[in-house]
């Protein structure tokens, strides 16, 4: 799992998008990170550790390559929007909605 | 695990379960170019939310749900735990 800083992130997003476009499928994960390193201490040990509770973990992935970053307060306002760019230019392979259907397969000529 | 029928629902349930327990939930998203559809799972590893579609019009959706999350995710929770005094 590479961990990466916000810009590289979505640099590696954007082509993970591209490599997927003929088969397989980008999942991308978002979750709330409290900024710890270790793992959790086994009983008998006390967290000397102070939990942040500023920060995100994205993750991404296309079954092979893996990539992460962390997001914090400061960052997430320019990260959002170049992400939410990133989703909307890259996810339009979707159907479009229109009453009128332009498809040729439905040629409604009689 | 149940797939939701009307965005509504989703995320207004979505926000629901992530408000319940910011640390334990995580939103999954997966996109098939080569399928045309796009998935979203809310979990918190107890209740599982789903809404899968092929609707390019829900891609804005979702995007602004994540961002939404993204930045609760970020802000300093005023409730629950704070340690900070007023």
């Not at chain 1, 980008?26 to 040990?45: E, F, N, Q, S």
């Not at chain 2, 509504?8 to 045309?36: I, N, Q, S």
């Amino acid at each position: 799992m590479v961990l990466l800083e916000n810009d590289s992130f979505l640099t590696e997003l954007t082509q993970l998008f591209q490599k997927c476009r003929t088969s397989g499928s980008v999942v991308i994960t978002l979750k709330k990170y409290d900024g710890r390193t270790k793992p959790a201490p086994r009983k008998g040990h006390t967290e000397s550790f102070e939990p942040a509770d500023n920060k995100c973990l994205i993750r991404a992935s296309d079954g092979k390559k893996k990539i992460s970053t962390v997001v914090s307060t400061k960052e997430v306002i320019k990260f959002q929007m170049a992400y939410s760019n990133l989703l909307r230019a890259h996810m339009d392979g979707l159907k479009k909605k229109d009453k009128k259907s332009k498809s040729k397969k439905t040629k409604a000529t009689q | 695990m149940p797939y939701y029928q009307t965005w509504e629902e989703f995320a207004r349930a979505a926000e629901k379960l992530y408000l319940t327990d910011p640390m334990k939930v995580r939103v999954v998203l997966k996109y098939r170019h080569c399928d045309g559809n796009l998935c979203v799972k809310v979990t918190d590893n107890a209740a599982c939310l789903q809404y899968k579609t092929d609707q390019a019009q829900d891609v804005k959706k979702i995007e602004k749900l994540h961002g939404k999350l993204m930045r609760l995710m970020v802000s300093k929770e005023t409730h629950s735990g704070s340690m900070e005094m007023d």
